[in-house]
């Protein structure tokens, strides 16, 4: 099994920054590719950056805000995440493919709000 845990969300003030991690552990094989995923209230869940292959892709949303990496070595992935927005309030997913099967952390709180 593969576990993933995410960590560094919380509270920041429009503008701000946060920095989202995720670590994974467990039987870890062939991984396809990496991602965040983020749900708000009342929305469904929407991919916010991916990376596969040593390339990202962003939403549109966060373009140029967002940035996604990838520690090989540590099996961590992180979410640099600058000038946030209310609009990007929202529990924040981490996701794994590996042999082309879904895992997903449990979810952490993001809230941008002055």
């Known amino acids: 099994q593969v576990q993933l845990v995410e960590s560094g969300g919380g509270l920041v003030q429009p503008g701000g920054s946060l920095r989202l991690s995720c670590e994974a552990s467990?039987?870890?094989?062939?991984?396809?590719?990496m991602g965040w995923y983020r749900q708000a209230p009342g929305k469904q869940r929407e991919l916010v950056a991916r990376i596969s292959s040593g390339s990202t892709s962003y939403a549109d949303s966060v373009t140029g805000r967002f940035t996604i990496s990838r520690d090989i070595s540590k099996n961590t992935m992180d979410l640099q995440m600058n000038v946030l927005k209310p609009e990007d309030t929202a529990v924040y997913y981490c996701?794994?493919?590996?042999?082309?099967?879904?895992?997903w952390g449990q979810g952490i709180q993001v809230t941008v709000s002055s």
């Open positions: 467990g039987r870890i094989f062939n991984i396809n590719a």
């Open positions: 996701n794994l493919v590996s042999s082309f099967v879904n895992y």
